[in-house]
C-alpha cells in the first residue's frame, strides 16, 4: 500500500475545521457516539493493558454510543445508549486535546490532535514501537476493506494532491469485527446505574479523570470473547490510571489551558518540544529521514 503522509495527519487530527463538507463517516459503532472525538482509534484489551501498565493510563478516554429504540440498549442520566445484555457498550481510545498544527499546508490552527500525534513534524511519536496500535497500522486498508471512504481520499477531495496513491487494500484479518470483538475492543461496563452522572459529562466533553479511570479499568479487567469482568484487575488498573502521571496527560494540561477555540489560529502557541519532548515525549525523525515515505519501514500505518 502506498501512501503520501508527508504534511497530512488527516487520519490523527480533527480537521472538520479546515473542511468545507462535513463528514461522519469515521465513526463507527452501533449508534452515534456521545463525545464529539473525531478518528477515535479504537483499542484492544491487550493495548489498553499495555498502556496502563507502562504508566500512560491518563492517554486514554471512553466512548459510548446513542441508539435507537430498535437497537440494543440502557437508559443512563435520560440517554439511551447502546448496551450488551443490559449492559453499556463502550471502546478506549486516545485523548484528542488542542494541538497548533498546520496540516496540508495551511497556517497552524487549533485542531484537537492524537496525543501521540507530534505537532511539528505531523509523525507519529509511537509508530514502529510495540505501542502502536493495531488499528493505525491497519488504516487505510481496513475502510477499503469495508468499502468506505478513506481520510486519505477525503484529503484530497478537500485539499488536492495525491495521497492515496495506491488503493490495494491488504486485508483486515486482526481488526476484531463482529461477535468476537466483545471483551477485545468493545467492552461492556458492568453496571449501568455506576455511569449516573458519567453519561452526561461524556456529553458536555467534561469527563473527570475518575471517569475515565472507571471504564479504562473494566477494559483491563475484561476478558476476550466474554461479558465477564475480573473485579481484582479492573480495581488494579483504575487505581493505576489514577496515579498516572506520564508526559501525555501533563502535555495535555498544558495544550489546553493554551488552545485558542477549536479551529483558530494558533498564532503564538507554546512550543511543541518543550511541551512533549521535555516532558519525555519521544521524537519523530521528520520527513528527510523518512525520504516521503510514510513510514520509515515502509510498512502500513496510519501516519508515520
Ligand atoms: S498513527 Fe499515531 S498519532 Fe495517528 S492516531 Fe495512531 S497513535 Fe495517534
Ligand atoms: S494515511 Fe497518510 S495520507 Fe491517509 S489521511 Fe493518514 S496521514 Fe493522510
Not at 503520501?4 to 463528514?23: F, H, K, T, V
Request: a negative charge; proline letters at 8%; one cysteine or more.
Amino acid at each position: 500500500m502506498k501512501l503520501n503522509c508527508e504534511g497530512c495527519a488527516g487520519c490523527c487530527i480533527d480537521w472538520r475545521p479546515l473542511a468545507e463538507a462535513p463528514s461522519e463517516h469515521e465513526r463507527r459503532g452501533p449508534g452515534e457516539p456521545l463525545d464529539d472525538a473525531y478518528n477515535l482509534v479504537p483499542l484492544t484489551r491487550d493495548e489498553v493493558a499495555r498502556f496502563v501498565e507502562r504508566g500512560f493510563g491518563d492517554a486514554l478516554t471512553p466512548r459510548l454510543w446513542r441508539v435507537d429504540r430498535e437497537t440494543p440498549g440502557v437508559v443512563v442520566d435520560g440517554v439511551r445508549i447502546a448496551a450488551v445484555d443490559g449492559r453499556p457498550a463502550f471502546f478506549v481510545g486516545f485523548r484528542k486535546p488542542p494541538k497548533p498544527v498546520g496540516p496540508f499546508e495551511t497556517e497552524r490552527h487549533w485542531l484537537r490532535s492524537c496525543v501521540f500525534l507530534d505537532p511539528e513534524t505531523l509523525q507519529c511519536r509511537i509508530h514502529g514501537t510495540d505501542s502502536y496500535p493495531d488499528e493505525c497500522a491497519a488504516y487505510p486498508s481496513h475502510n477499503l476493506d469495508l468499502g468506505v471512504e478513506t481520510e486519505c481520499e477525503r484529503v484530497e477531495a478537500e485539499h488536492g494532491g495525491n495521497r492515496l496513491l495506491d488503493d490495494a487494500p491488504e486485508g483486515s484479518a486482526g481488526l476484531l469485527l463482529g461477535p468476537q470483538a466483545i471483551g477485545a475492543k468493545v467492552f461492556a461496563y458492568p453496571d449501568p446505574d455506576e455511569l449516573a452522572g458519567t453519561v452526561d459529562r461524556m456529553r458536555r466533553d467534561a469527563l473527570t479523570a475518575t471517569d475515565r479511570a472507571a471504564f479504562v479499568g473494566v477494559a483491563v479487567g475484561s476478558s476476550p470473547g466474554s461479558l465477564s469482568v475480573n473485579e481484582d484487575r479492573t480495581a488494579a488498573a483504575t487505581a493505576e490510571v489514577l496515579d498516572a502521571d506520564s508526559w501525555v496527560g501533563r502535555a495535555i494540561d498544558e495544550w489546553v489551558d493554551a488552545a485558542g477555540t477549536e479551529g483558530s489560529l494558533a498564532t503564538d502557541p507554546p512550543n511543541a518540544d518543550a511541551v512533549e519532548v521535555a516532558r519525555g515525549a519521544p521524537e519523530t525523525p521528520g520527513w528527510d529521514a523518512v525520504a516521503g515515505e510514510r513510514h520509515p519501514d515502509g510498512s502500513l500505518g496510519e501516519n508515520g
